[in-house]
């Protein structure tokens, strides 16, 4: 398993560069994950509602949500969710919010 | 400083696909599905997409017709009912509703909320020209977020440098 050192801390990330433990997760890791991935930093307001909408639906339900859901609940509009994270919000945002890849089709 | 090799995702891999092009030509639920789960499903993975709809597919951005699309029963080996059957009248309806009520339970959107949220993703979303003239259709009866009415060949000019996907 690679470990990584994110703001200063060693964490255990799998073969694709997952969090292996959701709770060592740091905010200031995510601004750390921002850069590695091209999210411009500072994160904004949206993004932050993002991340930690993710990481609240992960811990509830054990799973990240779908783009879809993100964008009926988490106040973020789906237009907004690609324009917050252009690469692909549900996987990318995963990334950044330390928690597993979601699996889904839609 | 951050190692950044544990995160193989940082590296644009060559292999990579970065541009779809997604033409749904037919009109029934199972066919029309397949297209939108795949538009966008690449947009989810960052991938630049596009959609074409043409002939039967067009009743996909048709505002009256998009959440009145029908299982396919006659013809459909897959259902596993007898053709005959399939042809007896309420037995499509009944299907779709069966299908429906599945893709509901799975928490997928309807096709009308599904071709909004692809063009909110940033996908292009084409009616193709003969069709719509063949089928004598309005541009306003087709939805509001269509980002145009094309030709084949402007359909291979957007879709230059990527990959096409004919359902």
Known sequence: MPNAVLAGIEVEVNDEGFFEDPTQWTEEMATELADIYGVPTPLTDQHWTVLHFMRQEFFEKGTGPTVRKLGKTSGVTVKELYQLFPKGPAKLAARVAGIPKPRGCI | ?167
């Open chain 2, 1 to 167: 400083m951050t190692d950044t090799a544990v995160f193989p995702e940082t590296k644009e891999t060559e292999d990579a696909i970065k541009k779809v092009s997604i033409i749904v030509s037919k009109g029934s639920l199972e066919e029309i599905y397949p297209g939108l789960i795949m538009a966008n499903g690449a947009r989810a993975e960052g991938i630049e997409a596009n959609l074409f709809f043409t002939f039967f597919g067009l009743d996909a951005i048709h505002k009256e017709r998009q959440d009145h699309v029908k299982v396919a029963t006659v013809g459909n080996p897959g259902l596993h009912i007898p053709t005959w059957a399939g042809g007896l009248p309420g037995v499509s309806a009944l299907m779709t509703k069966y299908m429906e009520h599945q893709i509901e339970e799975l928490d997928f959107p309807g096709i009308a909320e599904f071709v909004e949220m692809i063009s909110d993703t940033g996908a292009g979303v084409y009616a193709c020209l003969a069709s719509v003239d063949l089928f004598g259709i309005e541009e306003g009866e087709m939805v509001d977020f269509l980002d145009g009415v094309i030709t084949v060949g402007e359909f291979y000019e957007m879709a230059a440098g990527g990959q096409i996907i004919f359902t």
